[in-house]
């Protein structure tokens, strides 16, 4: 049974995390070790949940205890749940509350890459992706359209950041993911470990010499990786160089590329598993 607790002091420090906390804090709280998230709306913190992570406490608008977040609060058991009329909580956060829910979940210890995709077929690739919009929308179209994993390089912005999540409605708990190590020259490296685990790597590249998107070789690969670059340089030259294909996206009106979450999406479609739709 959930304990719930009305808001009456704003300094106080269980409400720290909901109103005082960077991400880059959250991201070290309690620990560098371990870390805590924030997860927004009912369906999101339902998923997050159903996937098995752990809720720390709950920010709830009074308004919806016995209507939007009844459920989750049902669903996260014994955990302080903090409660206050829309305008206090709006002016505790500084922003309003999507559908009157926040949860302060336990983070995961990540797998290591090579644990997460060994029994995969269909898998995305990120390179120093850094916009939190953007990541929450490849997940969503990861979800959605058939990839079973997504890798990050270090430099990537995380997955679990407040508004990668709410741009993926909770899709961020449903696709594994972890980082590539982040050991020394882990760039000329990476491509060798993923290819050892019989993935044919494809480069998301605007680039001349490149193939169809719809090439029938791409489909008929049993295992592949989808690798795309971040917004502004696009994939790294070691990674074009060591690829087993290059394909772009053809574009007309003169457009020479598209966002990166638009183009993971169509990619997605293109070459993702589509046994799983």
Not at 58 to 87: N, S
Not at 147 to 158: H, Q
Not at 234 to 250: A, F, H, Q, R, W
Request: include cysteine.
């Amino acid at each position: 049974m959930a304990n719930i607790t009305e808001i009456t002091d704003f300094n106080d420090k269980s409400l720290d995390i909901y109103a005082r906390m960077t991400e880059n804090e959250l991201l070290n709280y309690p620990s560098p070790d371990k870390g805590i998230f924030i997860a927004e709306s009912p369906k999101v913190v339902e998923r997050a949940l159903n996937a098995g992570y752990e809720p720390v406490s709950m920010l709830v608008e009074k308004k919806h205890i016995e209507t939007e977040a009844k459920q989750c609060i049902e669903m996260a058991g014994d955990i302080p749940v903090y409660t206050a009329e829309f305008d206090v909580l709006t002016k505790l956060t500084g922003f309003k509350l999507t559908r009157g829910v926040l949860c302060a979940m336990k983070r995961k210890s990540l797998l290591k890459a090579n644990e997460v995709i060994k029994n995969l077929k269909r898998i995305a690739i990120f390179e120093k992706v850094m916009n939190p919009t953007n990541m929450g929308a490849i997940f969503r179209s990861a979800a959605a359209l058939g990839i079973e994993a997504v890798l990050l390089t270090p430099e990537c912005s995380n997955p679990l950041y407040r508004r990668a999540i709410r741009v993926s409605m909770g899709t961020v708990f449903q696709v594994p993911w972890t980082y590539i190590d982040s050991e020394e020259n882990w760039e000329n490296n990476y491509l060798n470990d993923i290819k050892k685990i019989g993935f044919k790597t494809i480069a998301m590249a605007l680039r001349k010499d490149t193939i169809d998107i719809n090439d029938k070789r791409l489909n008929d690969e049993k295992k592949l990786a989808i690798i795309l670059g971040n917004e502004g340089d696009g994939l790294m030259e070691s990674t074009l160089d060591n690829c087993d294909y290059t394909v772009k996206i053809p574009m007309s009106n003169e457009v020479d590329s598209l966002n990166v979450a638009a183009a993971s999406a169509i990619a997605f479609w293109e070459i993702g598993n589509k046994r799983c739709l």
